[in-house]
């Protein structure tokens, strides 16, 4: 799709390079796009590398992005120019901005202890400050860590020598949505000097394990709170390891070949980037999860973008029943609605009416409690109305169904996979 970057940063010439469309803030709003706000804060200490490898990536998506590199106020460089760090932000400045997602990348202070990493609590402060805002985060190795660290206490054991190479990691929660596509395993490159045991995930703190290796350990991990930690490195070049190899070697630190990485473990030989395809996968999945509940459109997959906004109606209880009343019609149909549930003996708690310009409406309702079947009773009386399309139920915020309307008002179709196409089927449970 499209991307922004900062004016002047070498990223932009290699996206170009590679057919990735790279957009002026100014042009992209001119094009009628919506792009999400994505916050880059970038610790690696080559940092034109990784702000290529991370825009790649993100820029290579259906998503449309604007991407701001920031860094905490604290950080000091001796590796990048300073010419270079002024294309970056300080986060005091940006902080009150909207945004819609953050990654932090890792940093080569693993084996230190966090609180005497000299930006530490301006760390936290970001890390809180996506938190407070419900900003989808993904963290990536060392920041991986520090985020686990700074919410929920968790440690990190060093390991007796570099894990190093490309190991194969196994889906552990195959439904979940950030893994579409994956398959049942994925190669990755890993380089750390240290790790994150499930073990030490607190139980109450709601993680789900998505990925791991018996020969790695973890490498992917979520949360309830939208927050996705990558212990490892998919978003590495081909050539990544065998730079940080041959630098090890020059400088005679103790460094084993890295795993599964040469050719016929050939140094000489170069590498195959296997795991491309995964990385690519990955970050179309996130963002595309950041999108639909940053831009909800109602006439895409109507019952699953009513679950992303139905938490706009308010005045319901803790036992409750919802619907979705579609209708193709420039005739307002919530005359007729409300007269049908006055005739069942029902008052709406709460009600929202969409219009959208092509006359189509929507109006979601949220009734009170209901008997065994009422919320399904209910709706097949609104979908007898005239010009309604289509209505959606559920009970407590579970999805219960799908019903087709008038066949003569039917709007185009808008399948949602699980759900009937035919017109009077029963519904299905979901």
Known sequence: MSITLPAGLPARRALLAEGIEVLSREELGGSGLRPLRLCLVNLMPSKAVTETQIARLVGATSIPVELVLCLPDSYRSRSTPVDHLALYQSWSKIRHEEFHALIVTGAPIETLPFEEVTYWSDLCAIFDWARSRG?????????????????HGVPKHGLPEKKFGIFRQRITSPGAALLRGFGEEFPVPVSRHTEVRAADLPAEAGFTVLAASPDSGLCLVGDRNRTVYMFNHLEYDAETLREE??????????????????PGDDPRRMPVNVWQPFAHLLFANWLGEIYRRAWPRLADEPVIEWALTAARLTGGGVESSDL????????DILPAVLRALADAGIAPQALKVHWRPDARQYIELRLGRLHDGGAERIARRLSALRAVSKVAFRTNGILGGWLIGQPHAAEPDAHVPGLPRAANAPPEAA
Do not use: N, T
């Open 135 to 151: 900003m989808g985060s993904l963290y990536l190795c060392w920041a991986a860590q520090a985020a686990l660290r700074h919410f």
């Open 245 to 262: 190899y041959l630098r090890d070697r020059s400088a005679d630190k103790p460094v084993g070949m890295p795993q599964s990485y040469f």
């Open 324 to 331: 979705l009343i579609s209708a193709a019609s420039s005739e």
